[in-house]
C-alpha cells in the first residue's frame, strides 16, 4: 500500500517528475510496425506533448519550478503529485513493454523489427502531417527552451496496442490535471489560441484529425480545450478572400447566400487571387437553397 504523501513533499517534487514526463515524450520513437499509422501517431505523440507543456506553463514548470496562483487547497497539489506519478508510471511500464519485445526479437534474430521509422524518410515534406508534426515541434521547443532535461535517452514503441494504451493515460492523466486548477483556463486558452495561430490552415484542419478518440467522457477529442478553440478559429476564417481586384461596374457579392429555410452547415471557402473586368454579377460563395427552391432561396428580400 503507498504510504500518503505530505503537501510539503508533493510541492517539492512535482516540478521533477513532469519534467521526466515531458522528457519520456520527447523521446519516444516509433518502430517500423507502425507502417502507414507512422505520421497520425506521431502527431498524437506530438499533440500530447503540446497539452502536457501547455499545462505546465502556468505553473512555472517549464522554468523548473512549481507556482501556483490563485486559490488552490493542499489536497489539489498532492492529487497533482499522484497523478504525474501515476503518468510517470505509465511511461515505465511501456518502456519495460518495449523493451521485453525488443529482447524476445533479438532471441529470434529479427533485429530488423527493432528499428526506428525515419520522420524524415517516412513523411513527404510537404504533406499536411509532416507540417503539422513540424509547427507542433516547434512550439514545444520554444516553450522548453528554460527546461532542463538531462536525460535524453530514446525510447521506442514497437506496437499500436502499446501506443494506444499509453496515448489514453496520457489524456486521461491530463484531463484530471486541467480539471484540478480552473483558476489556470484563461490562460491555457490563450495557449491554445497562440498554438492554433501558429498553424497554417491546412495543418489546424489536419489537427482536428488527429486530437480525435473514441472516448464520449472526453467529448470525442483527446483535447477539449484546444478543439473548442479551433472550432471557433475555423468558423472565423470560414470564408477567407484574398487578393481579389474589381475593375469595372456591376454587382459583386464574396460570400454565401442563403435560402429561407436552408438548414445548411456552411461550407470553407478561401480564394487567393480573382481578377473581376467588366460588368455583371459575380457571386463567389455557396448558393443555398431552401425548401421553396430557387424562388425561395430569395423569399427573404421580398415583402412580407
Avoid at 106 to 133: C, I, M, W, Y
Avoid at 175 to 186: I, K, M, R
Avoid at 240 to 261: L, P
Avoid at 293 to 298: C, I, L, V
Wanted: hydrophobic residues 35%.
Amino acid at each position: 500500500m503507498t504510504e500518503p504523501v505530505s503537501f510539503a513533499l508533493a510541492l517539492a517534487s512535482i516540478p521533477s517528475i513532469f519534467v521526466s514526463c515531458v522528457d519520456c515524450l520527447r523521446y519516444i520513437r516509433l518502430g517500423r510496425r507502425f507502417g502507414k499509422d507512422f505520421g497520425f501517431c506521431l502527431a498524437k505523440i506530438e499533440a500530447a506533448q503540446l497539452r502536457l507543456t501547455r499545462w505546465g506553463e502556468p505553473f512555472g514548470l517549464l522554468e523548473n519550478k512549481f507556482e501556483i496562483k490563485g486559490p488552490y487547497k493542499e489536497g489539489d497539489v498532492i492529487k497533482a503529485y499522484n497523478w504525474l506519478v501515476q503518468l510517470e508510471a505509465a511511461f515505465e511500464e511501456a518502456k519495460e513493454t518495449s523493451d521485453k519485445y525488443a529482447k524476445k526479437q533479438k532471441e529470434r534474430g529479427k533485429q530488423q523489427d527493432l528499428e526506428f521509422l525515419n520522420e524524415d524518410h517516412e513523411l513527404a515534406p510537404k504533406t499536411s502531417t509532416k507540417k503539422l508534426v513540424v509547427s507542433m515541434k516547434e512550439i514545444t521547443n520554444k516553450r522548453q527552451k528554460h527546461l532542463s532535461l538531462p536525460r535524453k535517452i530514446t525510447w521506442a514503441l514497437y506496437g499500436k496496442d502499446s501506443f494506444d494504451s499509453l496515448t489514453s493515460d496520457i489524456v486521461s492523466v491530463t484531463n484530471n490535471l486541467v480539471e484540478l486548477f480552473p483558476a489556470t483556463n484563461p490562460r491555457l486558452q490563450e495557449l491554445c489560441l497562440e498554438e492554433t495561430n501558429a498553424l497554417d490552415n491546412e495543418s489546424v484542419l489536419q489537427l482536428v484529425q488527429v486530437l480525435k478518440n473514441d472516448d464520449e467522457e472526453s467529448n470525442n477529442t483527446d483535447d477539449p480545450m484546444l478543439s473548442r478553440v479551433i472550432e471557433e478559429y475555423i468558423e472565423a476564417h470560414r470564408l477567407e478572400f484574398r487578393n481579389i481586384i474589381v475593375d469595372g461596374s456591376g454587382t459583386n457579392q464574396f460570400g454565401d447566400e442563403y435560402g429561407y429555410q436552408a438548414g445548411v452547415k456552411p461550407g470553407s471557402i478561401k480564394v487567393d487571387g480573382m481578377s473581376i473586368r467588366g460588368t455583371g454579377h459575380t457571386h463567389a460563395g455557396h448558393a443555398f437553397y431552401g425548401s421553396q427552391g430557387a424562388w425561395g432561396m430569395r423569399s427573404y428580400a421580398r415583402d412580407s
